[in-house]
């Protein structure tokens, strides 16, 4: 196996510019609750959950609105009291209409939650443990959205060695990850002692990036004496934050093509995800908020938000002064967030960060010269796949070459080689059309 | 000497391989119908697919062993299917032509657009970006992937970016149903003239909002149309084609023209009462 442990990184990678420091010296604040909330019911990956409320009901705070609809599901529950002005279709960042929710707050909807069953994280079973987090509604917060309670799982025959903690929050612009661990440590280790019942973990190591020494430097100064916890520094490099990546950079292990963090004994969690857990499940509560940077240069209030999930995008919009003329909006970061198309669309479980550019930032569709074969992007790429080779079978449409030959379905989309591409080649774009083509052909 | 050598050993092989090849030529021997070839070379080399088989050669198996009937390609001329059907002795069989049909109307002169798209210009890459810009969100793209698919050039842009088909080069070979991310493509047989122009599942404003020919959902068609020919579904009328469906009363008070008669001549007929478009540059969001 190969590994790179003496220089505590990846090979490859980036530096783009990070732009945090305008929001992570800003604490987190709470965002007002919007005269609307939009919920669509496919906020994670997987099946969508079922609405069990009908229009006109009442709900409150921490209601389940929607249940699990399976074992990749998760239910929904209501961020605020209200009445459930309607059940109809919605609109989500990738564009489809899911069904959703609709709800109007009352006016004096406040901040109280309605609790469901406490879990004891002393005498708790892995399962019970499991089956708490599914039912908080807990996904991925750090932008995937996928299910928590099916990662932790730990497959029959499989041991899990190490957690880790992601708080590399590679992504530039984006400060909430920073924040949550320079605020909520105790949620944090709240969260860690859950995790390690449910993943009977030896240690647990919390990844933090050089440009967050403050954070590290907090978090080790209260490790509890009887966590088997360390806080490990790694250099900055993007895409660090990628589960592969930060694995390699922090216990030197690679993970095998098409392979998972546990078949090299390893459960990575997001360390935003790690808090909600310690946050909700002493409580049994549902999750119906999530931190969030509002950045950018189109931004006038930047900073970092405690938002109810189901804000609507342009209520958002408003309330941090963002001009008419703005042209660009990114939900996630500017690397591997999406393009925003309609600011109808809401605040989901994986929204991670809203990036608000001008007209002057925005680029104006540069020119796309032919490959020049720099072997730019072969030296960015941080899972060492041949970007370059791909982007011109991708132009030819030799989909099936690209997937057989050429690794095409290990590509994680962080977007390194169109970064550094001279010639302006929009490679990840192509790269995320074949993959879907080709996933679509696999599946017929 | 040496030279002998050489000829008589290379020769002693070619020899040998060459009654090993005839041996096998005999022992493996698979008979196959002549005809086969010959109706292959009758047949268009389109290789399109439209019969439903993987290709003209083994269309034109299936014809020799009397699978199917000369009728069911679609894309040879009339006098070329008789041909075969004479050379095969069987019927002509007679398949109605079908041709391939849009579901939207939603042009730039009457659908807005929510954000521009830059990046990879076509249909399936926009697609993926949030949906496209487009405000509808089940409306044509616009970057014409159906246009670049079609073997047969019977797709052309229009000058508000939807794809026409020409019915006559039209050989319903099915590639724009796949090529199209929104499935806004269907192949229809000709006779189907009442069609619905439109596949939003929104209604009334909604619809209004994104585009001024969407499908309302008023239900004004399916309450005129001859009993059981038209039933409301999801915000959109379904056709009963199995009924009599030869009648323009459906479409004529349609307020927006999102159920037409696609005549052949002139192409979609909107109703009386629909809505009368006049703009020919882009429409914009929030402009009447």
């Known amino acids: 196996m190969?590994?790179?442990q003496s220089n505590n990184t990846f090979n490859h990678g980036i530096h783009p510019p990070e732009n945090k420091e305008e929001t992570n010296k800003l604490p987190i604040r709470q965002f007002p609750f919007s005269p609307v909330i939009i919920l669509p019911t496919a906020q994670h990956l997987g099946k969508p959950s079922e609405i069990i409320i009908r229009e006109g009901q009442e709900v409150a705070r921490g209601q389940i609105l929607a249940n699990a609809t399976g074992y990749m599901s998760v239910p929904l529950h209501s961020p605020v009291s209200g009445r459930i002005?309607?059940?109809?279709?919605?609109?989500?960042?990738?564009?489809?209409?899911?069904?959703?929710?609709?709800?109007?707050?009352?006016?004096?909807?406040?901040?109280?939650?309605?609790?469901?069953?406490?879990?004891?994280?002393?005498?708790?079973?892995?399962?019970?443990?499991?089956?708490?987090?599914?039912?908080?509604?807990?996904?991925?917060?750090?932008?995937?959205?996928?299910?928590?309670?099916?990662?932790?799982?730990?497959?029959?025959?499989?041991?899990?060695?190490?957690?880790?903690?992601?708080?590399?929050?590679?992504?530039?612009?984006?400060?909430?990850?920073?924040?949550?661990?320079?605020?909520?440590?105790?949620?944090?280790?709240?969260?860690?002692?859950?995790?390690?019942?449910?993943?009977?973990?030896?240690?647990?190591?919390?990844?933090?990036?050089?440009?967050?020494?403050?954070?590290?430097?907090?978090?080790?100064?209260?490790?509890?004496?009887?966590?088997?916890?360390?806080?490990?520094?790694?250099?900055?490099?993007?895409?660090?934050?990628?589960?592969?990546?930060?694995?390699?950079?922090?216990?030197?292990?690679?993970?095998?093509?098409?392979?998972?963090?546990?078949?090299?004994?390893?459960?990575?969690?997001?360390?935003?995800?790690?808090?909600?857990?310690?946050?909700?499940?002493?409580?049994?509560?549902?999750?119906?908020?999530?931190?969030?940077?509002?950045?950018?240069?189109?931004?006038?209030?930047?900073?970092?938000?405690?938002?109810?999930?189901?804000?609507?995008?342009?209520?958002?919009?408003?309330?941090?002064?963002?001009?008419?003329?703005?042209?660009?909006?990114?939900?996630?970061?500017?690397?591997?967030?999406?393009?925003?198309?309609?600011?109808?669309?809401?605040?989901?479980?994986?929204?991670?960060?809203?990036?608000?550019?001008?007209?002057?930032?925005?680029?104006?569709?540069?020119?796309?010269?032919?490959?020049?074969?720099?072997?730019?992007?072969?030296?960015?790429?941080?899972?060492?796949?041949?970007?370059?080779?791909?982007?011109?079978?991708?132009?030819?449409?030799?989909?099936?070459k690209m997937a057989e030959q050429y690794n095409l379905l290990d590509c994680f989309e962080c977007g390194s080689c169109s970064y550094v591409c001279p010639s302006h080649i929009p490679l990840v774009q192509y790269f995320r059309l074949s993959k879907t083509i080709v996933r679509k052909r696999i599946a017929s | 000497m040496s030279i002998l050598t050489a000829f008589l050993a290379l020769g002693g092989l070619t020899l040998l391989l060459a009654v090993l090849l005839i041996v096998a030529n005999k022992k493996f021997y698979v008979y196959e119908d002549p005809r086969i070839d010959q109706v292959e070379d009758m047949l268009p080399h389109a290789n399109c697919g439209a019969c439903g088989f993987p290709g003209c050669r083994l269309f034109a198996e299936a014809l020799v062993s009397g699978d199917v009937l000369p009728g069911k390609c679609s894309v040879s001329a009339e006098q070329d299917r008789v041909e075969i059907a004479d050379f095969l002795g069987v019927n002509l069989g007679s398949e109605e032509k079908r041709v391939a049909r849009l579901a939207c109307n939603g042009g730039t002169n009457v659908a807005i657009n929510r954000a521009n798209y830059t990046g990879i210009p076509t249909c399936q890459a926009s697609a993926l970006v949030s949906g496209g810009g487009k405000g509808c969100f089940w409306g044509c793209l616009g970057y014409g992937d159906c246009q670049v698919v079609c073997d047969f050039d019977a797709i052309q842009m229009n000058q508000f970016s939807i794809p026409e088909v020409d019915v006559d080069k039209c050989t319903a070979c099915g590639d724009c149903v796949e090529a199209c991310p929104k499935g806004l493509f269907s192949i229809e047989p000709i006779s189907h003239r009442l069609w619905v122009a439109c596949k939003s599942l929104e209604k009334g404003d909604d619809v209004l909002d994104d585009c001024e020919v969407g499908c309302t959902a008023c239900g004004k068609c399916a309450m005129d149309a001859p009993a059981n020919l038209i039933e409301m579904v999801n915000n959109l009328p379904v056709i009963n084609y199995s009924e009599n469906h030869n009648t323009r009363i459906p479409i004529e008070r349609c307020p927006t023209g999102a159920i037409v008669w696609l005549d052949d001549k002139l192409g979609a007929q909107k109703g009386k009462e629909a809505k009368i478009i006049v703009r020919k540059g882009q429409k914009m969001m929030g402009g009447s």
């Open chain 1, 85 to 400: 002005r309607k059940i109809t279709n919605v609109p989500t960042i990738s564009g489809k209409m899911v069904p959703g929710i609709i709800i109007e707050p009352f006016a004096a909807s406040g901040q109280e939650v309605m609790e469901g069953n406490p879990v004891d994280v002393n005498h708790a079973t892995p399962e019970e443990i499991l089956k708490a987090i599914q039912d908080a509604g807990i996904v991925g917060l750090g932008g995937a959205a996928f299910p928590t309670h099916v990662k932790l799982k730990v497959p029959e025959g499989k041991v899990c060695e190490d957690l880790l903690i992601n708080g590399i929050e590679c992504e530039p612009f984006l400060t909430t990850d920073h924040r949550v661990m320079l605020e909520q440590a105790e949620d944090i280790f709240m969260g860690i002692r859950y995790l390690l019942r449910a993943t009977q973990a030896k240690q647990v190591i919390i990844g933090i990036e050089a440009n967050k020494q403050d954070a590290a430097d907090y978090l080790t100064g209260l490790i509890p004496e009887d966590l088997p916890l360390k806080v490990k520094v790694v250099p900055v490099k993007y895409p660090q934050g990628a589960e592969k990546m930060l694995i390699t950079s922090i216990l030197g292990k690679e993970i095998p093509s098409g392979g998972l963090p546990i078949d090299v004994k390893v459960v990575v969690v997001n360390v935003a995800t790690t808090a909600e857990i310690g946050r909700l499940l002493p409580h049994g509560r549902g999750i119906q908020e999530r931190v969030i940077t509002i950045t950018g240069p189109g931004v006038s209030k930047k900073g970092n938000y405690r938002i109810a999930i189901g804000t609507p995008l342009r209520f958002v919009l408003e309330q941090v002064g963002v001009e008419d003329t703005v042209s660009e909006v990114y939900m996630g970061g500017p690397m591997m967030g999406v393009a925003v198309s309609n600011l109808d669309i809401s605040i989901v479980k994986g929204t991670s960060g809203i990036v608000v550019f001008t007209e002057r930032e925005a680029k104006k569709d540069p020119k796309v010269y032919p490959c020049i074969k720099c072997g730019a992007c072969v030296d960015a790429c941080p899972i060492s796949l041949n970007p370059s080779k791909l982007g011109i079978l991708a132009k030819y449409e030799e989909y099936d």
């Open chain 1, 2 to 4: 190969f590994t790179n």
